[in-house]
């Protein structure tokens, strides 16, 4: 069990227009979130979609690649670990976050397919 690691493999559809950060050490990151759907019937025989949303963290190159080439409604493939951490909003609430930091990014769909909102 001692080479069990903390990883992520996603594929989903970009939900947002990556939200891009330069840093003035020159080093940059990309925020952006995807949906994964899961498809199931339900007692009734009806087919039922789950819709579950990822946040997602990209730095250096790969946050280079998603400025370039990602865009909304791009479907990607993804491999990363899952990181969680807290903060407290202006009125002293406490909030918890969880995204998915990217190691690998790969762009699925059609070849030449612009999605760029």
Do not use: C
């Amino acid at each position: 069990m001692s080479t069990l690691k903390n990883k992520v493999q996603l594929i989903g559809n970009v939900g947002n227009v990556p939200e891009i950060t330069n840093f003035e050490n020159g080093k940059k990151v990309s925020k952006f979130s995807i949906a994964t759907n899961e498809s199931y019937k339900d007692s009734k025989g009806e087919k039922v979609t789950d819709t579950q949303w990822h946040t997602i963290v990209a730095w250096g190159k790969i946050a280079e690649i998603v400025e370039k080439y990602v865009g909304k409604g791009k479907e990607v493939a993804l491999e990363g670990k899952l990181t969680s951490r807290s903060y407290e909003t202006a009125v002293g609430e406490k909030r918890y976050v969880t995204e998915v930091v990217a190691d690998e990014i790969l762009l699925l769909g059609i070849k030449g397919d612009n999605a760029t909102e």
